[in-house]
């Protein structure tokens, strides 16, 4: 029995030595597997940002690991060649803990010790644990600067991100205390959620929200105020019909001038069973284009006015190679929403719901003969709406409610009572707007 004790023992002895090294051996391989996965996920979107390991050192208890990110052609824009991070990580029993320095970068060191006489007020840990959870926390102290003769007083704010051990999986949690401008502007608390899943680079199926609670301008001009904005995307993907559904929700309790204000005002913006593939491929084209564009504009040595001058320039010459990949999102059952459309205006309410979805597969050159036979969109779209206005925010256009054409047998509003009434719906091949045919060719 003794024996035994002994051997129970020894094991744990042996598990406990052993369990640092372990740690360590097992922080490495995700940190190496992770940027090897990083650099191919920017290479197959045409980037050159790349993250690059400058050395690990693994000893018994510790490491510490200097790594950077080079931007390439982003350090046009930023002003800076590669962001340099020098992580020293304590190997535990169950896992590693890792604080992330900035310490080799000249440009955060020069703005610590000028603008904040020293006190770096920037914290970041990450917890490596063994069973394959990773948790980043980074945190920000708040600080005061002065620009421009004017106090900015920056609040504390920290985010969580943690993820499983593939970094197929993402819950990130972050909260900000605000800033303020004395006199001038005040911004309280900001919160961010997000949890998303990995289908592919380009595809992550979730949820993401930001909450401001409040906010007030005011200068020599102007005073603006709001209450309680909140911002969700969400995206879903249906495997078996292999298609995504994106969503966009704006709310906000109160938004004030000095001349008006609206108040429980809220949208949602989707874009419904969107074809997977084709959404990969014309992300990828698109994010591709404009990756080269940034080369090209890096490489060009000009001023910031004229960089984005080229920009905008290259950007519209995508526009006609963009056609092949767009036409690959045609395809039937693709909807455009405006859905839970709501304002309360000093004028009145509002009030809103539109779709708008293809009957079938499409390309952009069948959309041409619309152009000459009208009547011929009750083939391609279905189309559903319901929207109400209060007179008085068009001023009581007549033409509002007179017929725009004579195919039309009323106008494209109602007026009842105080309010402007319009519904318009596609039904066995025909158009009906405020419940009455409309005849388009």
């Not at 790594?67 to 020098?86: A, E, H, Q, R």
Request: net charge negative.
């Amino acid at each position: 029995m003794k024996k035994i004790g002994i051997a129970i023992v020894f094991i744990i002895l042996i598990a406990g030595i052993g369990s640092p090294i372990f740690s360590g051996i097992m922080m490495e391989r995700v940190v190496t597997e992770s940027f090897e996965d990083m650099n191919k996920m920017y290479a197959d979107r045409g980037s050159d940002v790349a993250l690059e390991i400058i050395r690990y050192d693994r000893n018994f208890l510790s490491s510490e690991i200097e790594w950077k990110i080079n931007l390439g052609s982003l350090n046009t824009f930023y002003g800076i060649d590669d962001i340099v991070l020098v992580e020293r990580a304590d190997h535990g029993f169950s896992g590693v803990t890792a604080k992330t320095s900035l310490e080799k970068n000249k440009w955060f060191s020069d703005w610590v010790e000028n603008k904040l006489d020293g006190k770096n007020p920037l914290d970041i840990e990450t917890r490596y644990e063994v069973l394959g959870n990773i948790e980043s926390t980074i945190s920000l102290k708040g600080f005061s600067i002065t620009e421009n003769d004017e106090v900015i007083n920056i609040l504390p704010a920290q985010l969580s991100v943690q993820s499983d051990i593939d970094f197929n999986k993402f819950t990130s949690h972050g909260s900000w205390d605000g800033l303020s401008v004395p006199e001038k502007l005040k911004v309280d608390a900001i919160s961010f959620d997000s949890k998303l899943d990995k289908i592919s680079n380009f595809v992550w199926q979730g949820d993401t929200s930001i909450t401001a609670t409040q906010a007030t301008l005011n200068d020599n001009q102007n005073h603006i105020a709001f209450s309680n904005f909140k911002c969700r995307y969400n995206m879903d993907y249906d495997k078996e019909e292999k298609s995504l559904s994106l969503g966009m929700e704006y709310g906000i309790d109160s938004f004030k001038t000095q001349e008006d204000e609206i108040t429980d005002a809220f949208i949602r913006l989707g874009i419904n069973r969107v074809d997977a593939q084709g959404y990969e491929d014309f992300v990828t084209f698109y994010s591709t284009e404009v990756n080269k564009i940034m080369k090209k504009i890096a490489g060009s040595q000009q001023t910031p006015y004229e960089m984005t001058q080229m920009m905008e320039d290259e950007l519209l010459k995508i526009g006609p190679r963009l056609i092949g990949p767009a036409e690959q999102l045609l395809k039937k059952g693709l909807e455009i929403e405006i859905a839970g459309l709501k304002a309360q205006l000093p004028q009145g309410n509002i009030k809103g719901d539109l779709s708008l979805s293809l009957n079938k597969d499409m390309t952009m050159a069948q959309f041409i003969p619309i152009a000459m036979q009208p009547g011929a969109a009750l083939d391609i779209f279905s189309l559903k709406t319901d929207i109400t206005l209060p007179s008085k925010l068009t001023g009581d256009n007549p033409a509002l409610l007179a017929p725009a054409f004579d195919g039309m047998q009323t106008g494209l509003f109602l007026k009842e009572g105080d309010n402007l009434i319009h519904t318009a719906e596609t039904r066995d091949g025909k158009l009906f707007v405020n419940e009455k045919e409309v005849v388009l060719n």
